[in-house]
């Protein structure tokens, strides 16, 4: 193992970590209106989306990914369409109170972590990124696939870390965010931010 080379992938990574994107919203709207049980599903359905896109790069789909302009296409346009699909029902039917039961406190935490999951699946953006970003952090003699696929795990591992630190400096807002009229404008905002990623991953280029 290449440890110099290992510490120039952690702070590479930790600074993409940390720039402001969807993942990003979702985590901190769920952190500040719904709570720390939302938050943290939200980054776990985040993680396990990654997850997936780091396994399937290991073995070699990420490259097809990339080389197929209509695969990559299809994928583009289904995450565009679920990012708008998102922001449009939080545009146009913002909460007005948190108000819930347990069992619809719940539904939220089932919620939170399918968006956060689909909205990393349906990125074609993410295979790509560890397509071109992971082999270049691989050392001489190290095997390609585990390697890559270890460096996708590390990259998940500092995303999860950030996003703990996220959620517990946010979390103590929670009581005047979750006032109705800051209700609205966050849900209003997080749909903003949605509709802008989707139109953005849409017209975005094939690699």
Not at 45 to 58: D, E, N, P, R
Not at 64 to 92: C, D, H, I, Q
Request: glycine share 10%; charged share 10%.
């Amino acid at each position: 193992m290449d440890n110099h080379l290992l510490l120039a992938f952690i702070s590479a990574a930790f600074l993409l970590t940390v720039t402001p994107g969807v993942d990003t919203a979702i985590v901190l709207r769920a952190a500040t209106v719904d709570g720390r049980r939302q938050a943290l599903m939200a980054s776990l359905g985040i993680a396990l989306g990654c997850l997936i896109w780091g396994a399937a790069v290991s073995l070699g789909l990420g490259a097809l990914l990339r080389a197929s302009e209509m695969a990559y296409t299809l994928v583009k346009f289904a995450g565009a369409l679920y990012l708008v699909w998102l922001g449009a029902r939080l545009l146009l039917k913002p909460r007005a109170t948190l108000e819930s039961t347990a069992g619809e406190a719940y539904s939220r935490s089932g919620d939170a972590f399918w968006r956060g999951f689909l909205t990393n699946l349906l990125n074609p953006k993410v295979g790509v990124f560890y397509v071109t970003f992971l082999p270049q952090f691989v050392p001489a003699g190290a095997g390609v696939a585990s390697y890559s696929f270890f460096l996708a795990c590390l990259h998940i591992a500092l995303t999860l870390a950030w996003f703990a630190v996220l959620i517990a400096a946010t979390v103590s807002l929670g009581r005047f965010l979750r006032q109705p009229s800051a209700v609205k404008v966050l849900d209003r905002l997080t749909g903003g931010i949605f509709v802008a990623f989707g139109i953005r991953l849409a017209a975005s280029p094939a690699p």
